[in-house]
């Protein structure tokens, strides 16, 4: 995968760019052999780079982390490197992963891409962060368990019903702050702690008001898939 680290989060907009984001079968694939007029384009490319940029562009013995600050060239870099595997190294486009961090910084990658290797790049997942993870779940909804018409609620949506659930296990949310509540669940998420892992040391009034939250909504946090 080829990460751009350097943008800002963007918004909640994982279903809208995942619209954008098109699949294509593989029956619908055109030949990828590389044309005169991109393998020239990958050419001048690669002249108007400097010598570190050239570096990361023609490294291809494993991973390899691009560290550089803003307005340094990374998104041409990237764009350099993807033409590069392509037409250089015969990867296919559907195996390159491009990730982003927002809407424009996806735009602006896949606009380079195309002037690079034309309509090679619609085969190409170039995305955010968050709508690739969204794709992730809508192809793996039932592995997961949920239902194939989950919904992805936004931080407000999630504050509202923490606040409804504290106040129908009894408690007010003015002692106990939603804000915290929520934010703690969403720690045991990502460090994928079940709720009977998080009830063992779950010690103070704070602690159990989460647990008994994550009980009562019978939640079943994430854990890890056998591949």
């Known amino acids: 995968s080829i990460n751009d680290v350097n943008e800002e989060t963007s918004d909640e907009e994982q279903e809208e760019q995942l619209s954008e984001d098109t699949n294509y079968d593989a029956d619908e694939r055109e030949s990828f052999d590389s044309s005169e007029e991109d393998s020239k384009e990958l050419t001048e490319n690669l002249e108007e780079l400097n010598e570190r940029q050239r570096e990361a562009v023609l490294y291809n013995d494993g991973p390899l982390l691009i560290i550089s600050g803003a307005g340094a060239g990374k998104t041409k870099t990237l764009t350099t490197k993807i033409a590069y595997l392509i037409e250089k190294k015969n990867v296919a486009p559907e195996n390159i992963l491009a ?12 606009d380079r891409l195309f002037k690079t290797i034309g309509q090679t790049a619609k085969y190409l997942q170039v995305s955010t962060f968050h709508s690739f993870g969204l794709k992730l ?3 793996n909804y039932d592995a997961l368990g949920y239902d194939k018409n989950f919904v992805i609620m ?3 949506d999630s504050l509202t019903v923490v606040k409804k659930i504290i106040k129908d296990i009894g408690y007010d949310p003015k002692i106990y702050n939603p804000r915290a509540i929520r934010n703690k669940i969403s720690s045991c998420k990502n460090e994928m702690t079940s709720p009977e892992a998080y009830e063992r040391y779950a010690a103070s009034d704070f ?6 939250a994550v009980s009562y909504t019978h939640l079943t946090l994430p854990t890890k898939l056998e591949v």
């Open 154 to 156: 936004d931080s407000d």
């Open 137 to 139: 779940l809508r192809e």
């Open 99 to 110: 990730i982003t961090f927002t809407n424009k910084a996806t735009k602006e990658m896949k």
């Open 207 to 212: 602690e159990k008001v989460v647990q008994e």
